[in-house]
């Protein structure tokens, strides 16, 4: 894999997101983490799994500049493929614990809310969804994901302000499970891990996927009519201006 890289101990696979200073995610990320997900769900060695980026990322979110290059037929695949990531990594019968290592915007942030539970960072860090300022319509799957952890009322307020939060806002407004110091984010989040994997291995797998199934099945919806409205939005003459103009920016 050229953009995650993972190791295996006693247990626990660590997954870390390795594409550029930011972990900017494209298509091939999305096609690599979805074929590490079906084999990890598979391997009898792995029981739990760590998902972390490189300070002072975790990922910034969609590369925009690579999708900006996308004809329509490959950006259709690229929305199939992180539909199917996140129904894939939400899904998995074995836990999942984001260590989250710095600013975690948009897609990181949907990535961070697949997982079980959340540990961030200390320090002047970001993360939210801000796709409404960027330029970009929420499909309903990922407002579904920001629900499930933060309650309608709350999630459609944080959305549709486009708000990104620090650290300890993040923690009182519950889209995070704990803070800690940049050198603990590992160590607190495997303290979690294993307190999942000290349980009934069966028992915990079938819970997650009885109390989950609400939530899979709308990660699992009609692509088009969830999804469509994104795609037509993204090749407008409005939507490929901003997105130019945000290109320009960050190149500076």
Known sequence: ??????SLNEGIQTVTLDRGKANAINHQMLREFRALIQESDKNEAVRGSLLTGK???????LDVVELYSYDEATMREFWVDLAGLLADLSASPKPWVAAISGHSPAGGC???????????AKGNYRIGL?????????????????????????????????KLVLPEEALAAGLIDAVVEPEDVIAEATKRLQTYLNLNPKVWSNTKKLLKAPLVEKLRPDFQSTFGP??????????RGQIAAMI?????
């Not at 330029?135 to 549709?160: D, N, T």
Request: charged fraction near 15%.
């Open 1 to 6: 894999m050229e953009t995650l890289q993972t």
């Open 55 to 61: 300070f002072p990322f975790f990922s910034a979110g």
């Open 110 to 120: 949907v990535l961070a809310l697949c997982c079980d539970q959340r540990v961030m």
């Open 130 to 162: 801000n796709e409404v300022p960027v330029g970009i319509i929420v499909p309903a799957p990922i407002f579904h994901l920001y629900e499930s952890v933060l309650g309608s009322r709350q999630a459609y307020q944080f959305l549709m302000e486009g």
């Open 230 to 239: 994104t795609l037509a939005h993204w090749w407008s003459e409005e939507s």
């Open 248 to 252: 320009q920016k960050l190149k500076k």
